[in-house]
């Protein structure tokens, strides 16, 4: 982990800690407790906003791939997901993983590239039209001074990322990894004259040429928008779930709101390994606004952490075996040389 990383989940971990430490530590653990085992139906709901965002990786594949399924898009987004929720690699780690293993899957590399790049823009993009949904509803839902304080915090944010996400599609149709490569070359080739980069530049250069013509796929490109949409609105289903378990049940609406501006809250500390401690403030600046204790918040993204922890523990160790398993099937095919 780079020391900005480190310093990052240091404030994060001392965050989490002074939230819980404020709220109490018996308090919250106790409200948790109420959940159970309905932990693992939580983490069982997941599946359904997993598939839905597998399906819009699977949609993006092209005719001719034959040897990738929707059963490969969602392991590797299962995969990936565990990676950007446990692994401090920021939300970089995900992508570049899924993009691995779809090329171990038969996908050549540079359409694997292409078919992320893209999902994963289209996702963020649903993302934060879902946070808008978010902050119409809190408009109307809620009333006074703290909702129009926490409308324009959100729509803050909301804009902020719109900027870095249009910045980065603009920088995708105007080839994004050729020129990133290039400039890497340039300032390698400082420190050593030795080794050749032209390869990797025109490898580089290719996947540009792969994302240019996934997005002249219009048809694909919305299917894979609409689903990246559907999985956060079915999404909302977990913090319904845990909230009935805590005993502090509440309606559609209220769910909807939390989870949708919780999420965009989440997102906007995407450089805080895990979101750690952002997102439980989130969940403490929210409820109160749909009448849930500040105990019932923090448990509630306590829950949300154990779900992660329930799929994503079991996710890296897949990764450890199924990367053991390709590098040994590689070696496999490397012949002898005396």
């Known amino acids: 982990m780079s ?14 800690i002074a939230l819980l430490g404020w709220q109490g530590f018996g308090s919250v653990a106790s409200t ?3 959940a159970g085992w309905g932990l693992f139906v939580v983490a069982a709901f997941h599946f359904a906003p997993l598939v839905l965002d597998a399906g819009a990786i699977s949609v993006l594949f092209s005719r001719n791939e034959r040897d990738v399924t929707l059963r490969d898009a969602l392991l590797a987004r299962w995969a990936g997901e565990s990676v950007n929720s446990l692994m401090p690699a920021g939300q970089i780690g995900g992508p570049m993983l899924m993009v691995r293993h779809l090329s171990q899957r038969g996908m050549r590399a540079r359409d694997a590239a292409a078919v992320i790049t893209v999902s994963t823009t289209m996702q963020t993009v649903a993302q934060l039209l879902f946070a808008l949904v978010g902050v119409v509803l809190l ?19 909301v804009g902020v990322i719109g900027a870095m ?37 025109t490898r580089a250069e290719a996947v540009d040429t792969a994302v240019h013509a996934l997005y002249r796929e219009r048809g694909k490109v919305a299917a894979s928008f609409g689903l990246s949409l559907l999985g956060w609105i079915v999404g909302t289903g977990e913090v319904w779930i845990v909230l009935d378990l805590l005993g502090h049940p509440v309606g559609w609406t209220e769910a909807l709101l939390l989870e949708s501006l919780g999420q965009a809250i989440r997102g906007a500390a995407f450089a805080i ?8 403030g989130g969940y403490l600046l929210l409820a109160r606004l749909v009448g849930l204790p500040p105990e019932t918040a923090l448990a509630l993204s306590l829950a949300k952490r154990a779900r992660e922890l329930l799929l994503g523990v079991p996710g890296i160790v897949y990764l450890h075996f ?5 590098q040994r099937r590689r070696l496999a095919r490397v012949p002898d040389i005396d």
């Open 139 to 157: 408009t109307s839902y809620a009333a006074g001074g703290s909702s129009t304080v926490v409308s324009i915090a959100v729509l803050a944010v």
């Open 165 to 201: 996400i249009f910045g980065f599609y603009l920088a995708q149709r105007r080839g994004l990894f050729g020129r990133a490569m290039r400039f890497a070359s340039g300032v390698a080739a400082r420190f050593s004259k030795k080794r050749d980069w032209s390869s990797l530049v």
């Open 322 to 326: 199924v990367e053991k398993g390709w």
């Open 273 to 280: 390994p895990g979101s750690l401690g952002v997102q439980e």
């Open 3 to 16: 020391r900005a990383g480190t310093v990052l989940l240091s404030i994060g971990v001392v965050l989490f």
């Open 32 to 34: 948790l407790a109420a």
